[in-house]
């Protein structure tokens, strides 16, 4: 290993290292890389053109590799034993999304030293929640719980509960997550007649005082008495109002 850092750095300007495989020699090496075998001696004045070894490192003139673009991962320099598959195993990415990020690199050729884009995996979405009693949004930048909270008049609260599994410190844009519907406010309870001398009863469909009186066996005119302020005219399904008995006269 030493040796070869020391190589490396002892490569001028305008060349860059080579390790030597099985079946080198520097007429295929310079034909490889357009250059000519005395310019390869030149640069490298201590190395015996008739006994190459294998994994010996030594210089080649010409341009080195341009550093490819890399805006979805990262890059990575190329190091002793590397390949395209140790690559992909090591960073958890596919041979070929290692090839497609980098056009023109030659897989059964990296060299030592050799800069490469190591594409980042996507992380998979999150499946798409059931939202029985809302609607599905997708997540959009710069989107948290507390700011759709507050756009569509629901609690954070109520959001997490619609989204179990769901990390609201980590919302990825293009997410689905559910957004629950506010539950309408519920209306004010009817204030109960007063009914010292009776008893409730709540309004069915179809009911008019003359039907409820005749069923309770009381005048129309004892039931609006009970209930003053009651529309005759408008009872409504689920309206409680007060059934007055019937007086019992005793004769002596």
């Not at 520097?26 to 030149?42: F, H, Q, S």
Request: with cysteine; hydrophobic share 35%; glycine share 8%.
């Amino acid at each position: 290993m030493t040796e070869k850092k020391d190589v490396k750095r002892r490569c001028p300007s305008g060349s860059f290292p080579y390790t030597i495989k099985s079946g080198d020699t520097l007429y295929l090496l310079a034909r490889r890389y357009n250059t000519t075998v005395e310019a390869i001696m030149k640069i490298n004045p201590c190395i015996k053109p008739d006994n190459l070894q294998i994994g010996q490192v030594i210089c080649i003139p010409g341009p080195v590799t341009p550093t490819p673009p890399c805006p979805n991962g990262f890059l990575y320099t190329v190091k002793s034993g590397d390949t395209l598959y140790k690559l992909g195993q090591q960073f958890g990415v596919s041979v070929d999304a290692i090839m497609k990020a980098n056009p023109g690199v030659d897989p059964n050729n990296l060299q030592i030293g050799q800069v490469i884009c190591i594409p980042q995996v996507a992380p998979p979405m999150p499946p798409i929640p059931s939202c029985p009693n809302g609607f599905l949004y997708t997540v959009k930048s710069g989107d948290t719980f507390y700011k759709l909270g507050q756009q569509f008049g629901v609690s954070v609260d109520a959001i997490m509960r619609a989204n179990p599994g769901v990390d609201p410190n980590n919302l990825q844009i293009g997410q689905v997550i559910c957004i629950p519907q506010a539950a309408p406010p519920m209306p004010p309870m009817p204030q109960l007649p007063p009914c010292p001398n009776g008893f409730y009863y709540t309004v069915k469909q179809g009911d008019t005082l003359y039907t409820i009186g005749q069923h309770f066996n009381v005048s129309v005119q004892a039931i609006m008495n009970a209930n003053q302020g009651v529309d005759p005219y408008n009872l409504q399904v689920g309206q409680v109002i007060c059934i007055p008995r019937k007086c019992v006269v005793f004769c002596f």
